[in-house]
């Protein structure tokens, strides 16, 4: 089992590929998260997230526990108060960090602007929620991990502050 997240490769078992490459990708792994994120941002007309250690070694601590129990779910909120948390799960290898996170921004295809949750074409938050977590004008921090299986990636974001309040007007400018 692998993991990835901000602080580097935290831990290898049976890893397949050179060791250089995995100290790259772990290197390189929260500049791709936060450009896909910043990506989408940037066109929804709000500040770019930061990386954010501490959130990064939550994400971590569940992915771990996902790729250990094959149980893909999102976590308990009570464990993780004012934060957000996208999930993705794929087979092993078979996708990039930004076709992952790219997953979550296609949904914009189905967003609206307005007042949550009222903000999906379809009339259900949940066919846009990952979208809107990454688009949320009020997060500003993000911390993500990998944790691959000789089968599955497991990849968890969480950020602060957390997104899809209901209530909260959320937007799209398109440009």
């Not at 296609?106 to 609206?112: G, L, M, N, P, T």
């Amino acid at each position: 089992m692998r993991f990835w997240t901000g602080l580097g490769l935290l831990a290898a078992a049976g890893a397949s590929s050179p060791a250089a490459a995995q100290a790259s990708f772990a290197a390189q792994f929260p500049a791709r998260i936060l450009a896909a994120h910043n990506t989408e941002r940037a066109r929804a007309g709000v500040p770019p997230v930061v990386w954010d250690d501490a959130l990064g070694t939550a994400a971590a601590g569940y992915a771990s526990q996902m790729a250990m129990t094959g149980r893909f779910a999102h976590s308990d909120r009570s464990l993780r108060p004012g934060t957000g948390e996208n999930l993705w799960m794929g087979t092993h290898g078979a996708f990039s960090v930004e076709a992952m996170v790219g997953g979550w921004a296609s949904e914009k295809r189905f967003f609206v602007p307005g007042t949550f949750p009222g903000v999906s074409r379809t009339g259900n938050w949940e066919d846009v929620g990952h979208y809107t977590q990454m688009i949320w004008p009020t997060t500003q921090r993000v911390g993500c991990a990998l944790a691959s299986t000789g089968r599955v990636d497991y990849l968890v974001c969480r950020y602060a502050y957390k997104g899809n309040v209901d209530g909260r007007p959320v937007g799209f400018a398109a440009r």
